[in-house]
């Protein structure tokens, strides 16, 4: 089986930083591109960024552009997500998501337990 581990969340003031990692782990598994989403209480999860595998390709929500940064190390299949000039908005659950194919199971979802940012004002 495959787990997705997110780490590096944490509590901080509007306008710091906070780096986020989701390590992908198991045995033989195939993955295109990993994301980052969000759920912040009260609301629907949001997706954050995702970046390709291949590559490097990235993307991001509106939301995040210029302040948050999706990168990868391939050998460790691992994604960070670099925030910067938090925003009390930001502040949410972090979860990292990614389609995997496993020889047992085929393609599916995969998502981690999520990581808690809090942005204080």
């Known amino acids: 089986q495959v787990q997705l581990v997110e780490s590096g969340g944490g509590l901080v003031q509007a306008g710091g930083s906070l780096r986020l990692s989701c390590a992908a782990s198991?045995?033989?598994?195939?993955?295109?591109?990993m994301a980052w989403f969000r759920q912040a209480p009260g609301k629907e999860r949001e997706f954050v960024a995702a970046?390709?595998?291949?590559?490097?390709?990235?993307l991001y929500a509106d939301s995040v552009k210029g302040r948050f940064t999706i990168s990868r190390d391939n050998a460790k299949n691992t994604v960070y997500l670099q925030m910067n000039s938090l925003k009390p908005e930001d502040t949410a659950v972090y979860v990292c998501?990614?389609?995997?194919?496993?020889?047992?199971?085929?393609?599916?979802?995969?998502w981690g337990r999520g990581t808690q940012v809090t942005v204080s004002a």
């Open positions: 998501s990614a389609p995997i194919l496993t020889s047992d199971d085929g393609w599916n979802v995969y």
């Open positions: 198991g045995r033989t598994f195939s993955s295109s591109a």
């Open positions: 970046i390709w595998w291949s590559g490097g390709s990235t």
